[in-house]
């Protein structure tokens, strides 16, 4: 698990590498969808400039995985989760 401290540092260094673009997916109470999960992860291969091998489709290249916690939560929940999170990154980053 990552603490809220990495969390920080993680997502002000995704703003800058994705042009302050940042985007949260959150799954169901199943997870995410393999499509969704693996592919562009496991399947990126950097020497291709972001394409995945074996096929064309989305660019996986600044795709991250993070887990709120190992158990299951609400989709509101996980939201509100999520929402403190990226408050409290924002926070840290400013020192208070």
Do not use: C, W
């Not at 990495?6 to 260094?13: A, G, I, K, N």
């Not at 673009?21 to 562009?40: F, H, M, N, T, W």
């Not at 290249?61 to 887990?67: D, F, Y």
């Amino acid at each position: 698990m990552r603490t809220s401290e990495q969390f920080s540092e993680d997502m002000y260094q995704y703003l800058d590498e994705g042009g302050s673009r940042l985007s949260y997916v959150i799954g169901g109470a199943e997870g995410l969808p393999p499509q969704l999960k693996y592919d562009g992860y496991e399947n990126y291969s950097p020497s291709k400039k972001g394409k995945k091998k074996g096929g064309g489709g989305n660019s996986g290249a600044n795709r991250k995985m993070l887990s709120l916690s190992s158990m299951t939560f609400t989709h509101q929940f996980a939201r509100t989760l999520l929402m403190e999170q990226i408050y409290r990154a924002s926070e840290i980053r400013r020192g208070s």
